[in-house]
């Protein structure tokens, strides 16, 4: 009988593979979720839809075991505290824009309080600043221009000669106004362009005011609504550069004579094309740039305008009868 051939073990696997080449190597791991990876994405991006993946993510990770679970959590976090943080922004906005509109309405538009208390304060002498008409600037606003204009060169603007004299031509008659480029050369330089461009042509005069502290014509909205204007605006000048920033004496009334040029406004620095004529001495805080006088030859217009009365039969509103600019020229 033959012996049996010898045996000798196999090889050891090969250094560095403790499993060896065999049939069982080392399972790969799952994949990650796809949907957890736009959740997080979309958190960032549009909060919605990262929400929407979130919840798909972990619904498919539930059946198939994939990775993933951690960033789709993530996601869904990350996605709700934006969302919730937007509704927060939108809903304070809307509160403060509905806060606007009635503060507008209030002002009719343009910035001059339909009621001021009653003072005895006068307009503060004129002192000159030092930066006097140095670098006017009409830097443009969030809504455009209601009429094709474009705006006056800014920069250095002279304040000489210390006037210059315009008429008004309304449906009354003719109103000569003295601009006053000593004191408000930037409004002085706005206003003349805008009459240049013919801005002002076949416009109305859409507010009257008849309160017993407060008696103005306000014009120089081609919309005719209280909230038109040029597409730009500028800073306040005279009176009220006289005060320091934030003073409290800039929220009291001071006495605009009769005949006195202003510009209407929707808070400081806020002018535009929108100006009012003071037909009776008013009371109104020292925060609207007076910018030139009405020639007394001119009083009897502007009081016959004054007198059509308020349309409602209120003391602030439309003029009962079309007040109209039919234009506006430099003499």
Not at 13 to 38: K, L
Not at 41 to 54: H, S, Y
Not at 142 to 149: E, G, I, M
Not at 312 to 330: C, E, F
Request: hydrophobic share 35%; with cysteine.
């Amino acid at each position: 009988m033959s012996e049996p051939p010898p045996y000798y073990p196999p090889p050891p696997p090969h250094y560095g593979s403790p499993y060896g080449p065999g049939p069982y190597p080392y399972p790969a791991p799952p994949p990650t979720n796809g949907m957890a990876i736009a959740s997080l994405i979309c958190a960032f991006v549009f909060a919605p839809l990262g929400i929407v993946f979130g919840h798909i993510s972990l619904s498919q990770i539930k059946k198939s075991g994939e990775e993933g679970r951690g960033l789709a959590i993530a996601g869904l976090v990350i996605s709700y505290l934006v969302t919730v943080l937007s509704i927060v922004v939108i809903l304070a906005g809307v509160v403060f824009f509905s806060w606007m509109a009635r503060e507008l309405e209030k002002t009719g538009g343009a910035g001059i309080p339909r009621t001021m208390p009653g003072g005895s304060g006068q307009l503060p002498p004129f002192n000159p600043p030092a930066t006097l008409g140095a670098n006017c600037q009409y830097p443009a606003t969030a809504t455009p221009a209601d009429k094709p204009v474009k705006p006056p060169v800014p920069g250095r603007t002279p304040t000489t000669p210390a006037t210059a004299d315009a008429t008004i031509v309304t449906n009354a008659g003719p109103i000569v106004v003295h601009l006053d480029r000593a004191k408000a050369p930037c409004t002085v330089n706005s206003f003349e362009s805008l009459v240049q461009q013919n801005y002002f042509d076949n416009t109305p005069c859409h507010r009257l005011t008849d309160e017993p502290s407060m008696s103005v014509l306000q014009c120089g909205d081609p919309t005719g609504q209280g909230r038109g204007g040029p597409g730009y605006r500028f800073a306040n000048e005279y009176p009220t550069n006289q005060f320091r920033p934030f003073d409290p004496q800039l929220r009291q009334a001071v006495k605009y004579p009769r005949g006195t040029l202003a510009m209407a406004n929707a808070g400081p620095d806020t002018n535009g094309s929108q100006f009012f004529i003071v037909y009776k001495d008013s009371m109104l805080p020292p925060t609207y740039t007076v910018f030139g006088q009405v020639d007394k030859t001119g009083f009897a217009i502007v009081d016959d305008l004054a007198a059509t009365g308020i349309a409602d039969g209120s003391h602030d509103g439309k003029p009962a009868r079309p007040v109209t600019i039919k234009s506006i020229r430099l003499n």
